[in-house]
């Protein structure tokens, strides 16, 4: 074994002198690079599951306003389609309506032309008979005269 120590070298006060380098560098290292660097992980790894969590409760919220959205849509919808059949089924009875007040309107309209039609026929009638009349007697006026004047000739 002295061989080989003499061979290579070796020396055993180096040796223990560079083992307790290493020993001093290792500590310095655990204690000033590998505890904040463990510290900085394991926050870094808290806040990813954090992230992970609050994207679940973020989607589980998106998913039920998702929900909640659609529902109202629908809702809204249905009362929009009701609405709008109150109004066509309103429109649509305004115009039977509407309707029925023309008819009137026209039946009204017609029942006072016959009115009006039937009373200028009597009134036409009326002067006929009237004229009629007129023309008989002033012919009977002649007549009476000419018969007069046949008799006074005679």
Do not use: C
């Not at 973020?58 to 009362?79: G, H, M, Q």
């Amino acid at each position: 074994m002295d061989s080989i120590i003499s061979t290579f070298h070796i020396d055993w006060k180096i040796i223990i002198a560079q083992a307790l380098n290493f020993g001093v560098v290792f500590v310095v290292l655990y204690i000033f690079a590998l505890k904040p660097l463990s510290k900085l992980m394991a926050e870094r790894s808290q806040n990813i599951r954090k992230g992970i969590d609050d994207a679940k409760t973020n989607a589980a919220l998106l998913s039920e306003t998702r929900a909640e959205y659609d529902a109202a849509i629908v809702k809204a919808k249905s009362e929009a389609d009701k609405i709008f059949q109150e109004g066509k089924k309103e429109a649509e009875q305004k115009r039977t309506i509407m309707l029925e007040d023309a008819k009137k309107e026209v039946a009204a309209m017609v029942e006072g032309g016959k009115k009006t039609l039937e009373a200028e026929k009597v009134k036409m009638v009326e002067e006929a008979k009237s004229e009629i009349v007129n023309l008989a007697m002033l012919a009977t006026e002649k007549l009476i005269k000419s018969k007069q004047d046949l008799n006074s000739l005679s």
